[in-house]
Nanobody
Framework: QVHLVESGGGLVQAGDSLRLSCAAS????????MAWFRQAPGKEREFVAS????????NYADSVKGRFFISRDNAKNTVYLQMNSLKPEDTAIYYC????????????WGQGTQVTVSS
């Protein structure tokens, strides 16, 4: 039972930066892995980035490597996605998700936040 709420989306121009936040309503995220996914209109949902809560190990999709950075604040039970050098193709609804280390499936999802990048 993890409730996730995303925020920080908006309309920006190509080349701009944006930081998304995901607040988790749970006692602790220890033993969890948090991730960001995105879905553009007419396309399948795709993985963006993930981070382990304990050690902080990260993983990124090739399309965002070097531009996006995922991080977490253990005290606030919040995960962030720093998005730099944004491109129009980054336009999508961004979702926060979580799973335990035992599971291969992300069980909990937020409602999403819209990111629109104009050229």
């Amino acid at each position: 039972q993890v409730h996730l709420v995303e925020s920080g989306g908006g309309l920006v121009q190509a080349g701009d930066s944006l930081r998304l936040s995901c607040a988790a309503s749970v006692r602790t995220l220890s033993g969890y892995r948090m991730a960001w996914f995105r879905q553009a209109p007419g396309k399948e949902r795709e993985f963006v980035a993930s981070i382990g809560w304990n050690v902080g190990s990260t993983n990124y999709a090739d399309s965002v490597k070097g531009r996006f950075f995922i991080s977490r604040d253990n005290a606030k039970n919040t995960v962030y996605l720093q998005m730099n050098s944004l491109k129009p193709e980054d336009t999508a609804i961004y979702y926060c998700a979580s799973r335990t280390t035992q599971s291969s499936v992300y069980d909990y999802w937020g409602q999403g936040t819209q990111v629109t990048v104009s050229s």
